[in-house]
């Protein structure tokens, strides 16, 4: 019933059934099989698989999309311990974008500028 999505998060993590199947303690047969919905998916088994694919068991049995981030949730947790060096960073992140934009608009009006005064000597 979850081992299309199972085998979705681990695709999009890169990871070989032999990978997930050693992490979790199994065969790469038998993980194959809680993927391909042939065998039961006990809730034990389902914690394991989890915390291999590094989701929350809820992420795989809800029916929503889940967004694998290329970042493990260990570095997002430590992100979240630091939250304002984060948002330092993002905040000049966009101010630089912002300047960056001025400057091209600067430009812009420079170039538009002498595009006018060249159209009104040509009159």
Do not use: C
Not at 64 to 93: C, G, H, M
């Amino acid at each position: 019933m979850y081992g299309a999505k199972i085998r979705s998060i681990r695709e999009m993590r890169g990871l070989s059934q032999g990978n997930i199947a050693a992490q979790i303690g199994v065969t790469q047969n038998s993980f194959s099989k809680i993927e391909t919905d042939q065998s039961k998916l006990e809730s034990r088994m389902l914690l394991k698989i989890a915390d291999a694919l590094e989701v929350s068991p809820s992420e795989i049995v809800s029916d929503q999309l889940t967004v694998i981030n290329s970042s493990s949730r260990k570095f997002i947790k430590l992100s979240l311990e630091n939250a304002e060096a984060i948002i330092v960073l993002q905040r000049d992140i966009f101010e630089k974008a912002i300047a960056a934009k001025d400057d091209e608009i600067a430009k812009l009006n420079k170039i538009i500028n002498n595009w006018v005064a060249h159209m009104v000597l040509e009159q």
